[in-house]
Protein backbone atom coordinates (compact mmCIF):
# COMPACT_ATOMS: atom_id res chain seq x y z
CA UNK A 1 0.00 0.00 0.00
CA UNK A 2 1.77 3.32 -1.17
CA UNK A 3 1.75 6.63 0.61
CA UNK A 4 -0.33 8.57 -1.47
CA UNK A 5 -3.29 5.47 -0.95
CA UNK A 6 -2.70 5.93 2.70
CA UNK A 7 -3.51 9.73 2.05
CA UNK A 8 -6.92 8.76 0.28
CA UNK A 9 -8.08 6.92 3.70
CA UNK A 10 -7.58 10.47 5.08
CA UNK A 11 -9.67 12.16 2.43
CA UNK A 12 -12.56 9.37 2.99
CA UNK A 13 -12.28 10.09 6.53
CA UNK A 14 -13.06 13.46 5.91
CA UNK A 15 -15.76 13.18 3.68
CA UNK A 16 -17.18 10.84 6.24
CA UNK A 17 -17.07 13.50 8.63
CA UNK A 18 -19.07 15.25 6.85
CA UNK A 19 -21.86 12.97 6.12
CA UNK A 20 -21.16 12.37 10.11
CA UNK A 21 -22.09 16.03 11.18
CA UNK A 22 -24.10 16.34 8.79
CA UNK A 23 -26.34 13.39 8.98
CA UNK A 24 -26.32 13.88 13.27
CA UNK A 25 -27.41 17.26 12.91
CA UNK A 26 -30.60 16.77 10.94
CA UNK A 27 -31.56 13.77 13.06
CA UNK A 28 -30.38 16.05 16.50
CA UNK A 29 -33.37 18.82 14.98
CA UNK A 30 -35.75 15.97 14.67
CA UNK A 31 -35.55 14.64 17.82
CA UNK A 32 -38.93 16.01 19.31
CA UNK A 33 -41.05 12.89 18.43
CA UNK A 34 -45.10 12.88 17.47
CA UNK A 35 -45.95 16.34 15.84
CA UNK A 36 -42.12 16.38 14.18
CA UNK A 37 -42.04 13.03 12.74
CA UNK A 38 -44.47 14.17 10.58
CA UNK A 39 -43.48 17.62 9.80
CA UNK A 40 -43.45 18.08 5.99
CA UNK A 41 -39.74 18.71 4.53
CA UNK A 42 -40.82 19.07 0.77
CA UNK A 43 -43.44 18.84 -1.05
CA UNK A 44 -43.78 17.27 -5.14
CA UNK A 45 -46.82 17.76 -7.30
CA UNK A 46 -49.09 18.57 -3.79
CA UNK A 47 -47.57 15.19 -1.90
CA UNK A 48 -45.99 15.55 0.73
CA UNK A 49 -42.34 14.28 2.04
CA UNK A 50 -42.32 14.02 5.72
CA UNK A 51 -39.33 14.57 7.50
CA UNK A 52 -39.59 11.09 9.21
CA UNK A 53 -39.67 9.38 5.58
CA UNK A 54 -36.21 11.81 5.05
CA UNK A 55 -34.54 10.66 8.55
CA UNK A 56 -35.38 7.12 7.23
CA UNK A 57 -33.88 7.51 3.61
CA UNK A 58 -30.85 9.06 5.60
CA UNK A 59 -30.19 5.99 8.31
CA UNK A 60 -31.29 3.54 5.43
CA UNK A 61 -28.74 5.06 2.81
CA UNK A 62 -25.66 6.15 5.75
CA UNK A 63 -26.50 4.83 9.18
CA UNK A 64 -24.41 1.69 8.88
CA UNK A 65 -21.28 3.57 7.74
CA UNK A 66 -21.11 6.98 10.02
CA UNK A 67 -22.24 4.31 12.89
CA UNK A 68 -18.96 1.74 12.04
CA UNK A 69 -16.92 5.18 11.51
CA UNK A 70 -17.91 6.10 15.06
CA UNK A 71 -16.83 2.51 16.50
CA UNK A 72 -13.79 2.49 14.82
CA UNK A 73 -12.23 5.77 15.84
CA UNK A 74 -12.98 4.28 19.09
CA UNK A 75 -11.57 1.27 18.33
CA UNK A 76 -8.41 2.91 17.20
CA UNK A 77 -8.45 4.77 20.37
CA UNK A 78 -8.67 2.27 22.86
CA UNK A 79 -5.92 -0.35 21.16
CA UNK A 80 -3.61 2.14 20.73
CA UNK A 81 -4.02 2.89 24.48
CA UNK A 82 -3.89 -0.77 25.33
CA UNK A 83 -0.42 -1.17 23.45
CA UNK A 84 1.07 2.31 24.53
CA UNK A 85 1.23 3.46 21.14
CA UNK A 86 0.60 7.64 20.30
CA UNK A 87 0.63 10.13 17.56
CA UNK A 88 3.31 13.06 18.63
CA UNK A 89 2.02 16.55 17.24
CA UNK A 90 5.31 16.64 15.52
CA UNK A 91 4.73 13.17 13.01
CA UNK A 92 1.00 14.88 12.99
CA UNK A 93 2.12 18.20 11.89
CA UNK A 94 4.38 16.55 9.44
CA UNK A 95 2.20 14.48 8.04
CA UNK A 96 -0.28 17.30 7.63
CA UNK A 97 2.44 19.13 5.64
CA UNK A 98 3.10 16.18 3.30
CA UNK A 99 -0.57 15.55 2.57
CA UNK A 100 -1.42 19.24 1.63
CA UNK A 101 1.72 19.49 -0.31
CA UNK A 102 2.34 16.17 -1.98
CA UNK A 103 -1.93 14.99 -2.13
CA UNK A 104 -3.63 18.60 -3.08
CA UNK A 105 -6.65 17.85 -1.26
CA UNK A 106 -8.78 20.32 -3.10
CA UNK A 107 -8.21 17.63 -6.41
CA UNK A 108 -11.46 15.93 -4.20
CA UNK A 109 -13.53 18.27 -5.13
CA UNK A 110 -16.07 16.08 -2.78
CA UNK A 111 -14.31 16.82 0.42
CA UNK A 112 -14.01 20.44 2.40
CA UNK A 113 -10.82 20.75 4.12
CA UNK A 114 -10.97 21.33 7.74
CA UNK A 115 -8.28 21.96 9.31
CA UNK A 116 -9.03 20.18 12.33
CA UNK A 117 -11.21 16.90 10.84
CA UNK A 118 -7.60 16.97 8.95
CA UNK A 119 -5.50 16.70 11.93
CA UNK A 120 -7.67 14.37 13.73
CA UNK A 121 -7.97 11.83 10.93
CA UNK A 122 -4.46 11.81 10.30
CA UNK A 123 -4.18 11.78 14.18
CA UNK A 124 -5.94 8.32 13.99
CA UNK A 125 -4.48 6.96 10.87
CA UNK A 126 -0.82 6.83 12.20
CA UNK A 127 -2.42 5.12 15.12
CA UNK A 128 -3.92 2.55 13.30
CA UNK A 129 -0.62 2.31 11.00
CA UNK A 130 0.90 1.67 14.28
CA UNK A 131 -1.30 -0.64 15.32
CA UNK A 132 -0.66 -3.03 12.46
CA UNK A 133 2.71 -2.83 12.15
CA UNK A 134 3.96 -3.19 15.53
CA UNK A 135 4.86 -6.20 15.05
CA UNK A 136 6.87 -5.93 12.09
CA UNK A 137 10.89 -5.68 12.13
CA UNK A 138 12.15 -3.55 9.58
CA UNK A 139 16.24 -3.11 9.10
CA UNK A 140 17.77 0.25 9.15
CA UNK A 141 19.61 -0.49 5.89
CA UNK A 142 16.25 -1.27 4.08
CA UNK A 143 14.72 2.78 5.74
CA UNK A 144 18.01 4.41 4.75
CA UNK A 145 17.18 2.90 0.94
CA UNK A 146 13.80 3.85 0.88
CA UNK A 147 15.01 7.75 1.80
CA UNK A 148 17.76 7.46 -0.66
CA UNK A 149 14.89 6.29 -3.08
CA UNK A 150 12.18 8.38 -2.59
CA UNK A 151 14.40 11.62 -1.50
CA UNK A 152 11.60 14.00 -3.55
CA UNK A 153 9.17 13.03 -1.44
CA UNK A 154 10.55 14.33 1.53
CA UNK A 155 11.68 17.85 0.00
CA UNK A 156 8.83 19.93 0.07
CA UNK A 157 8.71 23.08 -1.77
CA UNK A 158 7.03 25.86 -0.94
CA UNK A 159 3.54 26.14 -1.30
CA UNK A 160 0.34 28.31 -1.67
CA UNK A 161 -3.64 27.28 -0.61
CA UNK A 162 -4.75 29.78 -3.09
CA UNK A 163 -8.30 31.10 -3.86
CA UNK A 164 -9.62 33.33 -7.05
CA UNK A 165 -12.32 34.83 -8.36
CA UNK A 166 -12.04 35.26 -12.26
CA UNK A 167 -14.44 37.64 -14.34
CA UNK A 168 -14.36 38.87 -17.89
CA UNK A 169 -12.68 42.23 -17.86
CA UNK A 170 -10.88 44.41 -15.79
CA UNK A 171 -13.87 46.75 -15.09
CA UNK A 172 -15.56 43.29 -13.69
CA UNK A 173 -12.72 42.75 -11.59
CA UNK A 174 -12.37 46.78 -10.07
CA UNK A 175 -16.27 46.06 -9.07
CA UNK A 176 -15.32 42.78 -7.42
CA UNK A 177 -12.52 44.47 -5.48
CA UNK A 178 -15.06 46.94 -4.08
CA UNK A 179 -17.15 44.45 -3.26
CA UNK A 180 -14.66 43.12 -1.18
CA UNK A 181 -13.68 45.84 0.35
CA UNK A 182 -17.91 46.44 1.41
CA UNK A 183 -17.29 43.71 3.13
CA UNK A 184 -18.46 40.86 0.58
CA UNK A 185 -17.29 37.36 1.39
CA UNK A 186 -14.90 36.00 -1.02
CA UNK A 187 -16.22 32.48 -1.36
CA UNK A 188 -19.74 33.88 -2.15
CA UNK A 189 -18.56 36.55 -5.09
CA UNK A 190 -16.91 33.24 -6.21
CA UNK A 191 -19.66 31.08 -6.29
CA UNK A 192 -21.91 33.89 -7.69
CA UNK A 193 -19.80 36.03 -10.12
CA UNK A 194 -16.82 33.80 -11.58
CA UNK A 195 -16.40 32.15 -14.82
CA UNK A 196 -13.69 29.80 -13.60
CA UNK A 197 -16.09 26.32 -13.75
CA UNK A 198 -13.22 24.47 -11.55
CA UNK A 199 -12.57 26.86 -8.73
CA UNK A 200 -16.44 28.50 -8.92
CA UNK A 201 -18.27 25.57 -7.10
CA UNK A 202 -15.57 25.74 -4.36
CA UNK A 203 -15.80 28.99 -3.39
CA UNK A 204 -12.98 30.01 -5.96
CA UNK A 205 -10.20 27.13 -3.92
CA UNK A 206 -7.64 25.77 -6.28
CA UNK A 207 -5.98 23.89 -3.56
CA UNK A 208 -2.40 23.97 -3.06
CA UNK A 209 -0.30 25.22 -5.72
CA UNK A 210 3.77 25.79 -5.36
CA UNK A 211 6.00 28.50 -6.40
CA UNK A 212 6.99 26.42 -9.38
CA UNK A 213 4.14 25.63 -10.65
CA UNK A 214 3.70 25.28 -14.69
CA UNK A 215 -0.02 25.64 -14.78
CA UNK A 216 -0.27 29.64 -13.52
CA UNK A 217 1.43 32.54 -15.68
CA UNK A 218 4.46 33.96 -13.94
CA UNK A 219 2.45 36.97 -12.90
CA UNK A 220 -0.30 35.08 -11.24
CA UNK A 221 3.16 33.18 -8.80
CA UNK A 222 4.82 36.32 -8.57
CA UNK A 223 1.55 38.07 -7.06
CA UNK A 224 0.63 34.76 -4.75
CA UNK A 225 4.22 35.23 -3.50
CA UNK A 226 3.34 38.62 -2.15
CA UNK A 227 0.55 38.13 -0.57
CA UNK A 228 0.22 38.02 3.05
CA UNK A 229 -1.74 35.15 4.38
CA UNK A 230 -5.72 36.62 4.38
CA UNK A 231 -5.64 39.13 1.92
CA UNK A 232 -6.16 39.86 -1.36
CA UNK A 233 -4.77 41.17 -4.54
CA UNK A 234 -5.34 43.90 -7.43
CA UNK A 235 -6.72 42.95 -10.66
CA UNK A 236 -4.04 39.92 -12.91
CA UNK A 237 -4.52 39.40 -16.29
CA UNK A 238 -5.04 35.53 -16.67
CA UNK A 239 -6.40 33.31 -19.69
CA UNK A 240 -10.13 34.26 -20.16
CA UNK A 241 -10.36 37.29 -18.61
CA UNK A 242 -9.10 39.09 -14.40
CA UNK A 243 -8.30 37.40 -11.31
CA UNK A 244 -8.73 38.59 -7.69
CA UNK A 245 -6.59 36.43 -5.86
CA UNK A 246 -6.89 35.13 -2.09
CA UNK A 247 -3.74 33.53 0.29
CA UNK A 248 -5.15 31.38 2.45
CA UNK A 249 -2.36 29.93 3.77
CA UNK A 250 1.38 29.80 3.03
CA UNK A 251 3.82 26.96 3.77
CA UNK A 252 7.45 27.39 3.78
CA UNK A 253 9.64 25.22 1.75
CA UNK A 254 11.60 22.24 3.85
CA UNK A 255 13.61 19.49 3.35
CA UNK A 256 12.47 16.29 6.00
CA UNK A 257 16.07 14.55 7.48
CA UNK A 258 16.03 11.08 7.41
CA UNK A 259 15.78 10.95 11.03
CA UNK A 260 12.52 13.32 10.80
CA UNK A 261 10.79 10.74 8.61
CA UNK A 262 12.25 7.34 9.94
CA UNK A 263 9.30 6.28 11.93
CA UNK A 264 7.14 6.94 8.74
CA UNK A 265 9.52 5.10 6.64
CA UNK A 266 9.18 2.29 8.56
CA UNK A 267 5.75 2.14 8.88
CA UNK A 268 5.39 2.34 5.11
CA UNK A 269 7.57 -0.37 4.59
CA UNK A 270 5.52 -2.85 6.92
CA UNK A 271 2.62 -1.72 5.36
CA UNK A 272 4.12 -3.48 2.16
CA UNK A 273 5.39 -6.31 4.00
CA UNK A 274 1.56 -6.90 5.40
CA UNK A 275 -0.92 -9.06 3.27
CA UNK A 276 -3.68 -8.29 5.71
CA UNK A 277 -5.39 -4.99 4.47
CA UNK A 278 -5.10 -2.34 6.77
CA UNK A 279 -8.69 -1.97 8.92
CA UNK A 280 -9.78 -1.21 12.10
CA UNK A 281 -11.84 -4.18 11.73
CA UNK A 282 -8.86 -6.49 12.55
CA UNK A 283 -9.49 -4.88 16.18
CA UNK A 284 -12.98 -5.53 16.28
CA UNK A 285 -12.81 -8.53 18.54
CA UNK A 286 -9.88 -7.38 20.68
CA UNK A 287 -12.00 -4.55 21.59
CA UNK A 288 -15.39 -6.40 22.51
CA UNK A 289 -17.02 -4.39 19.85
CA UNK A 290 -21.17 -5.36 19.81
CA UNK A 291 -23.62 -2.84 17.92
CA UNK A 292 -27.00 -2.89 15.96
CA UNK A 293 -25.82 -4.76 12.44
CA UNK A 294 -24.64 -7.39 13.47
CA UNK A 295 -22.38 -9.55 16.72
CA UNK A 296 -19.77 -8.77 18.42
CA UNK A 297 -16.36 -8.15 15.94
CA UNK A 298 -19.33 -8.08 12.59
CA UNK A 299 -17.87 -5.21 11.01
CA UNK A 300 -18.78 -5.95 7.12
Known amino acids: ????????????????????????????????????????????????????????????????????????????????????????????????????????????????????????????????????TKDVVVSDDEMEKYYKDNASLYNIPTTYHVSQIVVPSKKDALKTEEALKNGSHFDVLAMETSIDADSAPQGGDVGYISADSKEYSDSFLKTVESLKEKDWSKPVKVEGGYAIILLNEKINGTKFTYEDVKNQIRRQIALEHLKAPMSPGNFWKDAGVTWFYGKSGEND
Open 1 to 132: MGKKQLWYIIIGLLIVNIGTISFFTFSQKSSTAGAADTETVATVGGEKITRDQWLHELDERYGKSVLRDLIDKKVIAQMAKKYGIKASEREINQEVTMFKTVLNPSDNKESSLNERQLQEDIQTNLLLEELV
